[in-house]
């Protein structure tokens, strides 16, 4: 299982961004699927999961109410768009898949190598 994560860069706070992760082998329709970052120097947070078939979204407390995670199982990707962006929202972007579908904060089995957002002040 591969992820490819794309659709980072540079962006005004208070700006949006959008960002995909697409998945090639394995089964993306029945996996899980969440969106992490990491920030230099920080340890890796977690911001947003999704389960397999959408009902189920869950964010960090720092992205709740300004990011939004989808999916489209058709095109075996997901999403996360980021709102009204902050500097401190710079960070490596990471998207993972977990194999259990449910979509949670922790425990994932695949990773994606990251995608780079940079918030200017």
């Known amino acids: 299982v591969q992820l490819q994560a794309s659709g980072g860069g540079l962006v005004q706070a208070g700006g949006s961004l959008k960002l995909s992760c697409q998945v090639s082998?394995?089964?993306?329709?029945?996996?899980?699927m969440a969106w992490f970052r990491q920030a230099p120097g920080k340890e890796r947070e977690f911001v947003a999961t999704?389960?397999?078939?959408?009902?189920?979204?869950a964010y960090g407390d720092s992205v709740q109410g300004r990011f939004d995670i989808s999916r489209d199982n058709t095109k075996n990707t997901i999403y996360l768009h980021l709102n009204k962006v902050r500097p401190e929202d710079t960070a490596v972007y990471y998207c993972?898949?977990?194999?259990?579908?449910?979509?949670?904060?922790?425990?994932?089995?695949?990773w994606g190598q990251g995608t780079l957002v940079t918030v200017s002040s």
């Open positions: 993972a898949a977990d194999r259990t579908g449910y979509g949670s904060r922790s425990n994932y089995d695949y």
């Open positions: 999704i389960n397999w078939s959408s009902t189920r979204k």
């Open positions: 082998g394995g089964t993306f329709k029945s996996y899980g």
